[in-house]
């Protein structure tokens, strides 16, 4: 069973930016994803991209983050700028395949917080 560790969430004023990371415990060959969850809500998803790179963002995201991966380092990004209180969730990573089917088990996540 592949295992993710995403990291790099935090506290941020509205307008910062934020790097998340995304670690998986071996190669990956399909989508890579990322999404979100706030308390009480469904899970979304923030932004695809697969292995060739092609990149697919939620309207709500678009022009702020920029997903991308490092497929030698089994690793996924997620570059979070100009940032907005309605971004605060925690943030998960996992793949797909076609439809949207979530391959894998979740991780524990990556708390993101924009407040001032």
């Known amino acids: 069973q592949v295992q993710f560790v995403e990291s790099g969430g935090g506290l941020v004023q509205p307008g910062g930016s934020l790097r998340l990371s995304c670690a998986a415990s071996?190669?990956?060959?399909?989508?890579m994803v990322w999404y979100r969850q706030v308390p009480g809500k469904q899970r979304e998803l923030v932004a695809g991209i697969t292995s060739g790179g092609t990149t697919t963002y939620a309207d709500s995201v678009k022009g702020r983050f920029t997903i991308s991966r490092d497929n030698a380092k089994n690793t996924v990004y997620l570059q979070m700028n100009s940032l907005k209180p309605e971004d605060t969730a925690v943030y998960y990573c996992n793949s797909d395949v076609g439809g949207g089917r979530i391959l894998y088990s979740w991780g524990q996540g990556t708390q993101v917080t924009v407040s001032s």
């Open positions: 071996t190669n990956i060959f399909t989508r």
